[in-house]
């Protein structure tokens, strides 16, 4: 069983930053073949895509987060990262990650980022 535990989260000024932390336990599944997606759902809106890390180390973002956000992975802790700067007040939403290969596919709970005016 492979659980995926969320945390960084929290409200923040317009403009400030913060890092989401999202850490893998369990057993059966090699982290270096694991790729993390990160994922966001606003009040309202539909789950969207925000971010990617491949097993290589390769990076790819939302246009809306291209610049503010980096994503990255630290294998030896299991955990993968979502640095946030310059913060808007519509990034505000839940942000969830997902950590896939091949047919493994596993979520966090998701945590929830506010920023205010």
């Known amino acids: 069983q492979v659980q995926l535990v969320e945390s960084g989260g929290g409200l923040v000024q317009a403009g400030g930053s913060l890092r989401l932390s999202c850490a893998a336990s369990?057993?059966?599944?090699?982290?270096?073949?694991?790729?993390w997606n990160w994922y966001r759902q606003a009040p309202g809106k539909q789950r969207e895509w925000v971010a990617v890390?491949?097993?290589?180390?390769?990076?790819d973002y939302a246009g809306s987060v291209n610049g503010r956000f980096t994503t990255s992975r630290d294998n030896a802790k299991n955990t993968g990262y979502l640095q946030m700067n310059g913060l808007k007040r519509e990034d505000t939403a839940i942000y969830y990650c997902?950590?896939?290969?091949?047919?493994?596919?596993?979520w966090g709970q998701g945590t929830q980022v506010t920023v205010s005016s």
């Open positions: 997902n950590m896939f290969y091949a047919t493994w596919d596993y």
């Open positions: 369990g057993s059966g599944f090699d982290i270096n073949n694991m790729n």
């Open positions: 890390i491949t097993s290589t180390g390769n990076t």
